[in-house]
């Protein structure tokens, strides 16, 4: 996951994650002490750092163990280099350290650590790192807190790596807390990692969820979020699960084709759908193939569909590139001239196949001849087109290869 377009968020002490109706977390105070084992009951919110923490950040020449900081996990846990310490520590940690950092930190001090720019990770260890029982107690602390924590920065990595290593029956305990707020989480910029992990590693059986998505594909495919989601479903599920969502897509193909979202979810669907789904999409795009390839998203499907059509529809699809429009324009001409179906001309120089190849070729060359006879304004959109009619045949004798606009380009294809 790329989190670092993401600021840190900050939330005063006694506020809320989510909406007002839900049950306020427990915040975590920064720089805080934590508590001493035994001591759970105490509230310690010590604005200064502990002196064995300041020992710490300033000692670097003693050997730290794990032992020498017991009493003081949270407090190490919630500083950028305690934190790490105790990450490193855990990897190699016997059982009965791991139970005592376990301990400090469970059930008490969890949800303030999870949300902790730096506590989450120790909690993730935690979960990697610690035994079945102690995964399930971690899982039990959070539940309850699992919608706010999949909407928080720091929260929402660690029900991830929950989902990873908790039990089925935990998992969907998860996956009920979300049923009722899911479209909410899936166009959240960090609950959709949440959902999209659910999606990945819980059984389709228990993903409840999926459900709410039905009649609401169009606003999915074109969210920034959502259409990662229904990437996942699209990889994950079952025919029985998204052949109502794929259904319901086809309707908006054209729509999606063009939007700067939703062009995506259609090419997954071209390039990791079944025949039928593909041959649909395939058929939608006859007779609009030049005007999809001057649009800018649209463009990005037309060489998608290239690229993965069996070899008839591939064929189809060409040959209307190569014929002329009923009032005379080229559309292999207008391709070239333009910043978007320039790629698609090359797109479909570089995958067509047999007879028609030599015919496309032919169209392509007299136009590219006297385009750069009489412009340089394509330049750079020339140039790739020439390399590719260089692989495919060589140049003829009288050919303008020799008279080139000199420089480089990145070969698009490449």
Known sequence: MDYASQLPMMVPAGGMYGPASMSPLHLYQHGARGT???????DHHVTLRSALLDEFRANKSRKWELR????YV????????GSRFIQQK????NSEEKQIVFDEIVPHNALQLIQDVFGNYVVQKLFEHGTQVQKTMLANAMEGHVLPLSLQMYGCRVVQKAVEYVLPEQQSAFVKELDVNVLRCVKDANGNHVVQKLIE???PERLTFVQAFRGNVYELS????????????FEHLPEEQTRPLLDELHKYIINLMQDQFGNYVVQFVLEHGTPHDRAVIISKLRGQMLNMARHKFASNVCEKALITAESESRRLLIEEIMT???DGVSPILAMMKDQFANYVLQRALSVVEGEQKEVLISKVRPQLMNMRRYSSAYSKHLMAIERLLERCTPYPADSTKDNAISGTTTDVLS
């Open 36 to 42: 001493r084992r035994g001591d759970h009951g105490a």
């Open 90 to 93: 855990l990897e190699t940690a």
């Open 68 to 71: 020498d900081i017991f009493g």
């Open 74 to 81: 949270v407090e190490f846990s919630g500083d950028q280099h």
């Open 222 to 233: 074109t969210h920034p979020y959502g259409c990662r989601v229904l990437q996942r479903c």
């Open 201 to 203: 590693r819980v059984a």
């Open 324 to 326: 002329p429009k009923h």
